[in-house]
């Protein structure tokens, strides 16, 4: 049995899509402060992630993987912290 097939590599620029966003305006990039703005592209809550349609994995926890692999750390808000005014 040939397994080959199956295990295909990717060099940089295989992986590397400039833009899945087809609509008009475009959604912000990965790399712009904004990027969870982008429109879902797939949505597993059962799985707990979300595909944005700039290459965005974002998690339940707030986490994301970067197309370019850099990971961004989980940022909800910390529960039960109350800001009260003097």
Same mark, same amino acid.
């Given at each position: 049995?040939? %397994?080959?097939?199956s295990?295909? %590599?990717?060099?940089?620029?295989?992986?590397?899509?400039?833009?899945?966003?087809?609509?008009?305006? &475009?959604?912000?990039?990965?790399?712009?402060?904004?990027?969870?703005?982008?429109?879902l592209?797939?949505?597993?809550?059962?799985?707990?992630?979300?595909?944005?349609?700039?290459?965005?994995?974002?998690?339940?926890? %707030?986490?994301?993987?970067? &197309?370019?692999?850099?990971i961004?750390?989980?940022?909800? &808000?910390?529960?039960?912290?109350?800001?009260?005014?003097?």
């Amino acid at each position: 049995m040939n %397994t080959s097939s199956s295990r295909r %590599t990717f060099d940089s620029t295989q992986r590397k899509n400039a833009s899945m966003c087809q609509h008009q305006p &475009p959604c912000p990039t990965a790399d712009s402060p904004d990027r969870e703005a982008a429109r879902l592209t797939a949505h597993h809550p059962e799985q707990g992630w979300s595909l944005l349609c700039n290459g965005v994995l974002l998690f339940e926890d %707030t986490g994301e993987l970067l &197309p370019d692999g850099q990971i961004i750390a989980p940022h909800r &808000p910390l529960a039960g912290r109350v800001v009260r005014a003097a």
